[in-house]
């Protein structure tokens, strides 16, 4: 079934390339092709998203594309001091998941083109810009939020629409129910359990974590680049993992979301607790304690979103969905940390269940249901057929397990 399943995303790559170079009402034009999610459902790129699609492309021996990808982004960056969810005029209150330094530094370490690197490590000065002057609290970690100016009008717009999708109506004041539901947009973990209707007063795990990598990414290109700067970058990035460390270990080893007006750690258990295995920034106690209450992540079909809990069901990014990217980072972490039995395991049942699901459906899905083994039904939006990053985490998967499968033959 893999072949088949392999065969599948070769063909349909090139039909999720798109080329619009110039602004058409709300799509800002971008002046190289670029990968949207999926065949026929979306005309924009997402940020977070590319990440994961950009792995797939360069394993599939598409990095022409991957760096087309990163280009524009780049441009967004440019044009805009930050990248925006994705391009479209209404995305530009609010960014998503920081990883496009992890981008650059794929597309670099695939062309070693120094004179590119130059260009993007100060494009993404900017980036690292907007992430601590619009989004990082005086205690010093950051948070998700949302620049958007609204009126009366369409706050209760946007608050009926979020009622409408998760079928909840809490009892608190419409605008910080709508800043709490613009925060998860940008987290795109739209919508969670986390952060209990306060998503903008969290300093997330995940969030963290990515800046941390960033850090230490720009740290890595400024040795490169032989600038200098590289022992600013270091300070940074420890000065943060010594913060995260410090505010999120809930005295178990796990690292949980840190609500920065309480005091007080998220109650919620999630896979974004394995971002500071795949950042780095762990120590191995942390890892440790991971393996230790692996157990509440992990199902049949591979890594839960959530751990199970009373409002299950009603939130996309929660038990008992599982999505690739959550499996992408739980693999890599784990590696990093040793646990290779952990990450190979991880990365057999998210084949599993794609093949299982594919020969079912002949399609790979937006998202799926971990403990059934199956394509999520509703859950906030009917779930779409997707290519991006269920096909970049499912040929990443495949390429981790061919690889043990080399050096222990």
């Known amino acids: 079934m893999s072949e088949k399943v392999k065969k599948y995303i070769s063909e349909n790559w090139d039909k999720c390339i798109k080329y619009n170079p110039n602004d058409d009402g709300t799509l800002i034009g971008l002046p190289y092709p670029y990968t949207v999610p999926a065949v026929g459902h979306f005309d924009e790129m997402y940020y977070w998203d590319t990440y994961f699609t950009n792995i797939g492309l360069i394993i599939d ?6 760096k087309y990808n990163v280009d524009n982004m780049l441009y967004l960056v440019n044009q805009y001091g930050f990248m925006p969810n994705g391009n479209r005029t209404y995305y530009l209150n609010r960014s998503q998941p920081p990883f496009l330094s992890c981008m650059v530094r794929d597309v ?20 690292y810009e907007f992430w601590q002057a619009k989004r990082c609290s005086d205690m010093g970690l950051n948070h998700y939020d949302d620049d958007g100016k609204l009126s009366e009008d369409e706050y209760r717009d946007i608050a009926a629409g979020c009622a409408n999708r998760t079928g909840l109506n809490p009892d608190i004041p419409t605008h910080d129910l709508v800043r709490h539901y613009m925060s998860n947009c940008e987290s795109g973990w739209d919508m969670n359990p986390r952060w209990d209707y306060d998503g903008y007063n969290f300093a997330a795990v995940d969030l963290n974590s990515l800046l941390f990598m960033m850090e230490n990414n720009m740290e890595f290109f400024a040795d490169e680049l032989k600038n200098g700067e590289a022992r600013i970058w270091n300070e940074c990035a420890e000065k943060r993992r010594a913060l995260m460390l410090e505010k999120m270990d809930n005295g178990e080893g796990v690292l949980l979301d840190y609500n920065i007006v309480t005091g007080k750690q998220s109650n919620v258990f999630s896979a974004a607790s394995f971002y500071p295995l795949f950042a780095g920034l762990a120590e191995k106690r942390h890892a440790e304690a991971m393996i230790k209450n692996l157990d509440r992540l992990e199902s049949e079909y591979g890594i839960l979103t959530c751990e199970k809990n ?17 499996q992408y980072i739980a693999i890599v972490g784990f590696d990093r940390y040793g646990y290779t039995e952990e990450a190979k395991r991880i990365a057999e049942k998210y084949i599993r269940l794609a093949d299982k699901v594919f020969n079912e459906t002949g399609n790979l899905w937006e998202k799926y249901d971990v403990v059934n083994g199956s394509v999520v039904v509703g859950c906030e939006y009917e779930t779409p057929p997707m290519m991006g990053w269920s096909a970049g985490v499912y040929l990443a998967a495949l390429n981790r397990l061919s690889i043990e499968e080399k050096l222990y033959k």
């Open 310 to 326: 009373d409002v299950e069901g009603i939130f996309q990014w929660d038990y008992p969905n599982g999505w690739a990217c959550l």
């Open 108 to 127: 670099y370490e695939y062309y070693k083109d120094m004179v590119w690197l130059f260009s993007a490590y100060e494009i993404l000065k900017r980036e």
């Open 61 to 66: 021996g598409r990095a022409e594309q991957a």
